[in-house]
């Protein structure tokens, strides 16, 4: 976990860099997918290097989201911690719009009224 608290507004005022950043990394990952569903079984050595790339690329995002203050989830899902709770996103939702307590988490989520 971080220690930078958001408001809805702060996290707001990133959250269109935080999408088209998920954005990127998820087109990316899906290339990558896509290409390694394509090999034959027996191209097991190709396969085991594009896994190793899309883990590099799931990993390079979540190192991004970290650095700009977020507390990474899952893949493709952050929270903005509050101090309360935890303004919640997840792709490829299109707004910043849902919070859970921190007894809650993820699934206990409710939208922002």
Excluded: N
Excluded at 24 to 45: C, F, P, Q
Excluded at 47 to 74: F, T, Y
Excluded at 82 to 103: A, I, K, N, R, V
């Amino acid at each position: 976990m971080t220690e930078k608290r958001w408001t809805l507004a702060t996290a707001r005022s990133i959250f269109s860099d935080v999408r088209a950043r998920t954005e990127r990394a998820v087109e990316s990952t899906e290339k990558l997918l896509a290409e390694r569903d394509a090999l034959a079984a027996g191209e097991g050595g190709a396969r085991e290097a594009l896994d190793q790339r899309i883990e590099a690329e799931v990993s390079r995002w979540a190192r991004e989201m970290e650095a700009l203050g977020l507390d990474v989830k899952g893949v493709w899902q952050v929270d903005f911690d509050t101090g309360s709770g935890c303004l919640c996103w997840q792709w490829p939702e299109d707004d910043l719009d849902h919070f859970h307590t921190y007894e809650d988490g993820f699934t206990g989520r409710t939208p922002i009224q």
